[in-house]
């Protein structure tokens, strides 16, 4: 164990893996310094898990809460590193021995067709804009995009986040038809026992609505969705076993919220009419030994609004190099990068799964390796000297000087309250 403070890590990003690091290094003593992108540092479990999870998002800001708001933990919110602060400036002119980024990933993987994106606003919509959305709009003080619910809409995807997008849609539409009729429902109640039976209960069927639903498009087949994750090393019946429970989870899901599906179907072409996008001409594709091929038949299928839900990926940070859509980690198991010998990655910036399990395993696992290899804080020949008091007061100080920009005086539960809203779900 080392002496209190006689380390420092900064640590980018303040949600599950950033928050889980971060008291794993504070319970070694560890100043450790957060910087968190918005006034609350709950990310995704905010943003992108739609708001009917609410005993699974509060229990997550109790996590995150007393992760942050333990001893040697700073925490400094409204601060963007790349736009508020430069990484390089924090790896190597801070102090810090060394920096975790947890940023998480925030941008939409683009809808693979050619000019698609010139559409964005104009007949097709990103999902992780439209679930903060979702999860915001019915607050008072909402500043954000603004999107409408569209019976027959089109999405593209095939992972747990499409479902949620497809139930999103589903969910709403319901209520509103219900509202129409003068019945009041409730979303979470509708989305815990499914639209069948809340109609049910009401003497109503799903053809009373008049409602065409939305659909789901998926390149793939049913047991190929990334709904239930395959173990590394799983043999021929643990596959076949996964495969089941995959086609079961979908199943599960279209009877509960009565949303359509179609496999094996790829986007190849946009359908524009008067500079807007109606519509995508799909391919049909067969899967052979895990792979994608499309065939030669293809159909144009129309739609008044198109959500591309196909994956989050990183946003662009100056100084980190990229490849492809994804930083050009060199070392996966860890989020190492080239040109930062000191940084680590955790979380979904490096695991892309988007789950909050694996994010904070993640973290847990590059934490250990930081305290337990790199600090090496269990060991008698350290690999590192600890930093000097004028080193740490310097960080301490250049710490209070952005928590003061942003209105932050250092009590994490009063600012948590102070920045909580009453409408909040």
């Known amino acids: 164990m080392s002496e209190p403070e006689s380390y420092a890590i900064a640590v980018i990003g303040g949600a599950c893996a950033g928050a889980e690091a971060a008291s794993i290094f504070a319970q070694h003593g560890i100043l450790t310094v957060v910087f968190e992108q918005n006034d609350r540092p709950y990310g995704k479990i905010e943003d992108g898990l739609p708001k009917w999870h609410v005993a699974l998002r509060h229990k997550e800001y109790r996590s995150i809460d007393q992760n942050l708001s333990q001893p040697h933990v700073h925490f400094v919110p409204g601060t963007k590193v790349g736009r508020d602060l430069d990484l390089h400036e924090i790896a190597n002119e801070w102090g810090f021995q060394a920096v975790v980024l947890a940023n998480g990933a925030w941008r939409d ?72 009729r003068g019945i009041e429902a409730q979303m979470v109640e509708l989305e815990t026992k499914g639209i069948p039976k809340i109609l049910a209960s009401h003497d109503l069927k799903w053809e009373d609505l008049g409602l065409k639903g939305c659909s789901l498009f998926y390149r793939r087949r049913p047991q190929d969705m990334p709904v239930v994750s395959l173990p590394e090393g799983a043999n021929e019946a643990q596959r076949t076993k996964i495969a089941k429970s995959r086609t079961r989870v979908l199943e599960k899901a279209i009877s509960k919220y009565l949303f359509g599906f179609e496999e094996r179907h790829a986007p190849v072409a946009l359908i524009v009419e008067d500079e807007r996008l109606v519509g995508l001409r799909y391919a049909r594709t067969e899967v052979e030994g895990g792979k994608v091929r499309l065939t030669d038949e293809t159909v144009d299928i129309r739609a008044p609004l198109i959500i591309s839900s196909i994956g989050s990926i990183p946003e662009p940070v100056a100084g980190i190099a990229t490849r492809g859509e994804l930083y050009d980690f060199q070392d996966w198991d860890l989020g190492r990068l080239a040109n930062f010998p000191t940084l680590f990655s955790a979380g979904n910036v490096v695991t892309g799964k988007g789950n909050i399990v694996h994010s904070r395993k993640h973290a847990r696992h590059v934490a250990g390796h930081m305290t337990q290899e790199y600090l090496k804080l269990a060991d008698s020949l350290r690999s590192m000297q600890p930093i000097s008091t004028e080193v740490r007061e310097s960080i301490l100080k250049r710490t209070r000087d952005q928590q003061s920009r942003v209105g932050y005086d250092g009590n994490y539960r009063a600012w948590i309250e102070s920045v909580t809203r009453p409408d909040e779900i």
């Not at 994106?117 to 954000?144: A, C, K, M, S």
């Open 109 to 180: 993987r683009p809808l693979s067709v050619e000019g698609a994106d010139d559409y964005v606003g104009r007949g097709l919509v990103y999902q992780n804009p439209f679930i903060y959305w979702f999860n915001h709009y019915h607050e008072q003080t909402y500043e954000g995009p603004q999107y409408e619910i569209v019976d027959g809409t089109m999405v593209v995807g095939g992972g747990l986040a499409s479902i949620d997008v497809v139930k999103a849609i589903q969910l709403e539409l319901v209520l509103r038809a219900l509202r129409e």
